[in-house]
């Protein structure tokens, strides 16, 4: 079954404690992104990636990371959380960003920092 | 900087009735657009797709429009029913970015 998968679901962690929420995605897919989603804000891309060891900054990149060493995965890293990123977190992934390619979701990681 | 914006923010209607959800984004020079169907403490389902040279798709019920040169889309539900309630968002692919509006509401009464 074709799909994205992000790990862990839910978690609780606390300020300045290092995480990684991960994605993968069994596609075959060039493109993946990270969103987060905030209510009255919608959802804001972080990072994307155009193809393993291509990344970019999306429009709210401050206090993350990325890396894209294989094509199927693309890790969100936060180096030390604060409480402002506790948000619902999305990864997605396409052929590319074209004309024709539909974006995949994720099912979303809800994050929250104490 | 593209934006997108829907309105309204909610919106309720009697089971049956036909409805009309809508998005605007602010720069033409996208890829396409899509609409993108979301549950509570689900991720994002995508719906349909219309190419920047297209004018509408349909699927099942479901029919979206596509008016580049006032930056409108519309996405139009027939016989809606109370499982088309979910939040419904619009997104626009431009520049290797995807640009989201913050979506509609949308509850079928039964």
């Known amino acids: 079954e074709a799909q994205v998968t992000q790990n862990p679901r839910y978690l609780i962690t606390v300020t300045g404690k290092k995480l990684t929420v991960t994605c993968s995605q069994n596609?075959?897919?060039?493109?993946m992104s990270w969103y987060r989603q905030d209510p009255g804000l919608g959802l804001r891309q972080i990072y994307y990636?155009?193809?393993?060891?291509?990344?970019d900054k999306g429009d709210v990149p401050e206090g993350y990371k990325v890396s894209r060493k294989e094509k199927r995965n693309f890790p969100l890293i936060l180096e030390s959380p604060s409480p402002n990123q506790t948000s619902l977190y999305f990864c997605a992934s396409s052929s590319g960003l074209t004309y024709t390619d539909t974006q995949y979701f994720g099912p979303g990681t809800r994050l929250t920092v104490l | 900087k593209q934006e997108v914006t829907q309105i309204p923010a909610a919106l309720s209607v009697p089971e049956g009735e036909n409805l009309v959800l809508n998005c605007s984004f602010t720069?033409?020079?996208?890829?396409?657009l899509q609409w993108f169907r979301q549950d509570p403490g689900k991720g994002l389902t995508s719906l349909l797709l219309?190419?920047?040279?297209?004018r509408e798709q349909t699927s099942g019920r479901l029919n979206a429009s596509l008016d580049k040169s006032s930056g409108r889309s519309t996405l139009y539900i027939a016989a809606s029913q109370p499982g088309d309630s979910a939040t419904y968002l619009c997104a626009v692919s431009a520049n290797e970015k995807l640009t989201f509006g913050t979506g509609t509401r949308l509850t079928i009464i039964p």
């Open positions: 720069d033409s020079a996208i890829y396409n």
């Open positions: 596609m075959n897919h060039e493109y």
């Open positions: 219309i190419q920047s040279s297209q």
């Open positions: 990636s155009m193809n393993v060891e291509v990344t």
